[in-house]
């Protein structure tokens, strides 16, 4: 799969964690994650504790992200963020501060949802390209689907969870059982 040599920067706030990778072609320059360690005091993740702690840690997890990746803001040429699925508050976040850097620095965005990120996130080096089409399955929190992969930008969902997902349905065992919070 061939794919451009531009310099992404790439905001992930679906959930709880802030991520934050450098991208160039198919090279992760820098990938980093902000955990939000308030939520296991609770059990799982405080949708607005979550926002909030988004807010905190964008900024510096960005800062640090362009740091290690070793380029300036003026070597990024697109802003990817993640549109959904996720908890809204920190989508909101996410986006927010998404679309207001890629403004300051007169660059375009990239919305990405979620799941299919996941799906496509195998394929960066130095992981071999797909062969197309795949039948895929993802389980990410409160979304679980069977997905027919024909290419990068064509997918089709031919089967998803009705009321609780794979993901939830390990986290209640999992409390059930007394683990502890990730």
Partial sequence: MKIPEITILAIESSCDDTGVAVIKGNQVLSNLVANQE????????????????????ITPTVDLALKDAGISHDKIDAVAYTIGPGLNG???????????????????????????????????????????????????????????????????????????????????????IGLPYP
């Fill in 38 to 57: 308030i939520h296991s005091r609770y059990g799982g993740v405080v949708p607005e504790l979550a926002s909030r702690a988004h807010l905190s840690n």
């Fill in 90 to 176: 920190s989508l909101l976040v996410g986006t927010s501060f998404a679309k207001a850097w890629a403004w300051a620095n007169d660059l375009p965005t990239v919305p990405v949802h979620h799941m299919r990120a996941h799906i496509l996130a195998h394929f960066l080096a130095p992981n071999p390209a797909p062969d197309f089409p795949f039948l895929c399955m993802t389980v990410s929190g409160g979304h679980t689907q069977i997905v027919h992969v024909h290419s990068p930008s064509k997918m089709e969902v031919i089967g998803t969870t009705l009321d609780d997902a794979a993901g939830e349905a390990f986290d209640k065992v999992a409390k059930l």
